[in-house]
Antibody
Framework: QITLKESGPTLVKPTQTLTLTCTFS??????????VGWIRQPPGKALEWLAL???????RYSPSLKSRLTITKDTSKNQVVLTMTNMDPVDTATYYC????????????WGQGTMVTVSS | QSALTQPASVSGSPGQSITISCTGT?????????VSWYQQHPGKAPKLMIY???KRPSGVSNRFSGSKSGNTASLTISGLQAEDEADYYC??????????FGTGTKVTVL
């Protein structure tokens, strides 16, 4: 069974750095063609793709947020970490991690999501 | 990289067919046969319904079908059922910054 689960703070203050961890099981991020991405969704709004890391450590970022995002992986721990700097109230959202396969170029398995509120 | 454009809402009666459009540009939808569609029920994570324009993952009903013409992709739900009431999002591969999502469509079963 393939699962992903997001973890991190539920509340951060403006200007702080957010660090989210995606812990997954049932697949390996060292397998060719596998990737893990982050997608967020502000309350009542649409999905927004943020970042993606592939098995070969290729990293891709949303152009509009690239300067604030860093994605890394720890294959031995089955984890992917996303950091977002200089948080603002507009970054309040549910953050999802999801598996992507180059054979699909889609996100086939999603985590349950974690809600992050940015407020002083 | 702008969001793909979807109608805000689409509705239909049980048993009917509805189609949701997803309009992008020649840099995303128009350049790649890599459009995917996601269903999201309230408070739940999105679920992959269609990938590579028209392919269905295992377990997804064949009432869901996808197509593409030029810069516009479409999702058709046939034999509409109450359980299909949800938000639907398209997503396209877009090259070096690989993914862009649509604005989302709320499907209402009358």
């Amino acid at each position: 069974q393939i699962t992903l689960k997001e973890s991190g703070p539920t509340l951060v203050k403006p200007t702080q750095t957010l660090t989210l961890t995606c812990t997954f099981s049932g697949f390996s991020l060292s397998t060719s063609g596998v990737g893990v991405g982050w997608i967020r969704q502000p309350p009542g709004k649409a999905l927004e793709w943020l970042a993606l890391i592939y098995w070969d450590d290729d990293k891709r970022y949303s152009p509009s947020l690239k300067s604030r995002l860093t994605i890394t992986k720890d294959t031995s721990k089955n984890q992917v970490v996303l950091t977002m700097t200089n948080m603002d109230p507009v970054d309040t959202a549910t953050y999802y991690c999801a598996r992507s396969m180059t054979t699909l170029d889609a996100f086939d398995i999603w985590g349950q999501g974690t809600m992050v509120t940015v407020s002083s | 990289q702008s969001a793909l454009t979807q109608p805000a809402s689409v509705s239909g009666s049980p048993g009917q067919s509805i189609t949701i459009s997803c309009t992008g540009t020649s840099s995303d939808v128009g350049s790649y046969n890599l459009v995917s569609w996601y269903q999201q029920h309230p408070g739940k994570a999105p679920k992959l319904m269609i990938y590579e324009v028209s392919k269905r993952p295992s377990g997804v009903s064949n009432r869901f079908s996808g197509s593409k013409s030029g810069n516009t992709a479409s999702l058709t739900i046939s034999g509409l059922q109450a359980e299909d009431e949800a938000d639907y999002y398209c997503c396209s591969y877009a090259g070096s910054s690989p993914f862009v999502f649509g604005t989302g469509t709320k499907v209402t079963v009358l």
